[in-house]
């Protein structure tokens, strides 16, 4: 080929800060009236015009193993990808960009962030990556992540695209129950695992940060099926009612008593922990209405169980509680469980117990990942312990506290 016959350089793409801008507007402004199917022809479309391809939108499985490419026309599917054992698993459970050099260019991988919760990953191909790529592509990220939550609720396609085997029913209700699994503000994170992921029934947490006030609950539903996951239902609606009447935690757990009382009668019931954590001072405060006691693990370590005066079931009709109080230290962690995960017998036909479960608390080594990151380390561990059997429901809930304030979000710079 002679010189004047060479091919010309291919272009290289604009990704200035207004242009980034402008891309990020186009993206908002045709995303408020789009169909879920155009989604991701749409993400395509965009990343294509930064330079980027063989792009792959991934959502987490509902049982936190992996993550699974969303079919769409333009997005590239390939093999589900393991968290916390791949690149895309990795950028997930920390929550920071990953970039893998490869023969053809940079493969990057971004959290997608609804807030600090966790919906999947962003990955694409760059020939290279400086600066304003990765603010672009951070920024890109972040919309992406907004536009899948809001349209998930139009659409059973990205339901779809996450359940890898076949689901019950009580799971489903269960699952279009829950909160997100991960809430994370500079002073306190919480995360929350369900198992089994596909056929849960009973068990089920809420939470909600109210100024100062961390509110959450951990509950389990007598019995399995349909009946648990009604009056987990019926718990977690009289629940979120009390809290948002602005009542005191004795007052929430009477709502709570009194609403599966007069609808499933004196045979049924639903064990509950309830607690209230001021995110400023570390003043935890909380009732335990016939629940295994939380765990304090400070340093990594159990340190102990945080016991209190035990109060009968939800619908036993119970007298007022009394409410436990502890203040806890930047750092500390406090783990609720539900006792289908102490009580699962092992291979011997022996009860798991609480004594194993502090065992793989202390031997956890993945803190410095993050909450998210612990309690599915844990939860996996746990597992593995009782012989992958999980025949009960077995939920883990973990608080962090860490203190201090978070004004200077506030601020614009």
Known sequence: MTEGERQPDRAVPDRSEGF??????????????????????????EVARVGGRKVSVL???????????????GLHVGEPEVIGDSPAGEAFLRMVPVEVPQAD????????????????????TLDTVDDDDRRLLRRLAGLVADMLVTKHAYTDRFFQARRREPMSMAAEIQWSLLPPLTMSVPQVT???????????????????LNDDILHAAVIDAMGHGLDAAAMATIAVGAYRHARRSGVSLAEKYAFMDQ???????????????????????????????????PLLIRDRR???????????????????????????????RVLCYTDGLIEERDADGEPFGEERLIRCVNRS???????????????RALKRERGGRTSDDATLFLIEWRGGAADHLAVVE
């Open 20 to 45: 980034g801008e402008r891309l990020l507007g186009v993206l908002l402004d045709r995303a408020h009236e789009m169909p879920p199917a155009l989604i991701a022809p749409l993400i395509a479309e």
């Open 59 to 73: 959502l987490q499985d509902y049982a936190q193993e992996v993550l699974v490419a969303l079919p769409g026309s």
């Open 105 to 124: 260019g940079v493969r990057m991988y971004l959290p997608l962030l609804d807030g600090s919760d966790e919906v999947g990953v962003l990955a694409l």
């Open 190 to 208: 919480v995360s929350g695992i369900l198992e089994p992921a596909y056929d849960i029934a009973g068990d089920s947490f809420d939470y909600a």
């Open 259 to 293: 609403a599966i009382s007069e609808q499933f009668g004196p045979d049924h019931f639903v064990t509950a922990q309830m607690m209230n954590l001021n995110i400023v001072t570390g003043l935890l405060q909380w009732v335990n209405a016939g629940h295994p006691a």
């Open 302 to 332: 159990v340190t102990r169980s945080l016991e209190s005066r035990t109060t009968l079931p939800v619908g036993f009709g119970g007298a007022p509680p009394q409410v436990s109080e502890y203040t806890l230290r930047p750092g500390d």
């Open 365 to 379: 080594e993945h803190a410095e990942a993050g909450v998210r990151a612990d309690g599915l380390w844990l939860s």
